[in-house]
C-alpha cells in the first residue's frame, strides 16, 4: 500500500542550528503539508503545497520555516536557526485531487521528531 | 472562540457498547470534515470523512454531520479494546487548510 515516507525518525539538535526535514509522498498526491505536534497537544497546521508553491500556510510558519520541492519525490520542510520550542513531531501529510478538487483526505507519514536542546 | 473543538474526554465505554464522539467547528464556510484516529506517539489515520449533511456510514463507524448546527459527530459501534485511541476531528477550512481539534481519548473497557 502506497505510504508516506518521513526522514529522519529523530533528530537532536542544539538552539540555533538549521535542521532539514525530508518527506517522499504517495506519488499519484498533489497538495503536500506539515504539521507539527508538540508533546501532549493537539496537531497544527503548519503549510500546505501545491502546483510547486505554498497554497496556504499558518501564523506558525514564519520567516523561520521553509518548505521545498527539489526533485520530483522529495517535500522538505527546514527550519533555520531551531528554537527550544521548536521541539516536536513533525507530520508530513498529502492529498490526492477529485477531479479538480482536494479532497482534504490527508495520508500522513509516520513522523520525525526533532528536539531542540 | 476555537477553530475545531471537541470534549478532551477520557471518554471510557465498555466494550461492545456505542462510543458517541462529538465535534463543533467554527467557521460556516468549512465544506469538508474529517475524523482521525491517533494512537500514542503514532501518526494521525484517517477513518472517516463526510462533505454533506447527514449520516455516513462505514462499517462499525458512523459519521454525522449537521451543518446548520455547526456539529460533526462519530459513533463506534460495538467498541473494541483496540479503538482505544485518541479521535481528531478536523475540518477543511480553505481548499488546502485542514484543521484539527485537540482530540478525545477514548478508553474501551474489558
Known amino acids: 500500500e502506497p505510504e508516506v515516507t518521513q526522514t529522519p525518525s529523530h533528530q537532536v539538535t542544539q538552539m540555533g542550528q538549521e535542521v532539514i526535514l525530508r518527506c517522499v509522498p504517495i506519488?499519484?498526491?498533489?497538495?503536500f503539508y506539515w504539521y507539527r505536534q508538540i508533546l501532549g497537544q493537539k496537531v497544527e497546521f503548519l503549510v500546505s503545497f501545491y502546483n510547486n508553491e505554498i497554497s496556504e500556510k499558518s501564523e506558525i510558519f514564519d520567516d523561520q520555516f521553509s518548505v521545498e520541492r527539489p526533485d520530483g519525490s522529495n517535500f522538505t520542510l527546514k527550519i533555520r536557526s531551531t528554537k527550544l520550542e521548536d521541539s516536536a513531531m513533525y507530520f508530513c501529510a498529502s492529498s490526492v485531487l477529485l477531479g479538480a478538487s482536494n479532497t482534504g483526505e490527508l495520508f500522513f507519514g509516520e513522523g520525525s521528531r526533532l528536539t531542540v536542546l | 472562540q476555537k477553530e475545531v473543538e471537541q470534549n478532551s474526554g477520557p471518554l471510557s465505554v465498555p466494550e461492545g457498547a456505542i462510543a458517541s464522539l462529538n465535534c463543533t467547528y467554527s467557521d460556516r464556510g468549512s465544506q469538508s470534515f474529517f475524523w482521525y484516529r491517533q494512537y500514542s506517539g503514532k501518526s494521525p489515520e484517517l477513518i472517516m470523512s463526510i462533505y454533506s449533511n447527514g449520516d455516513k456510514e462505514d462499517g462499525r463507524f458512523t459519521a454525522q454531520l449537521n451543518k446548520a448546527s455547526q456539529y460533526v459527530s462519530l459513533l463506534i459501534r460495538d467498541s473494541q479494546p483496540s479503538d482505544s485511541a485518541t479521535y481528531l476531528c478536523a475540518v477543511n477550512r480553505e481548499a488546502s487548510k485542514i484543521i484539527f481539534g485537540s482530540g478525545t481519548r477514548l478508553s474501551i473497557r474489558p
Open positions: 506519488s499519484n498526491h498533489l497538495y
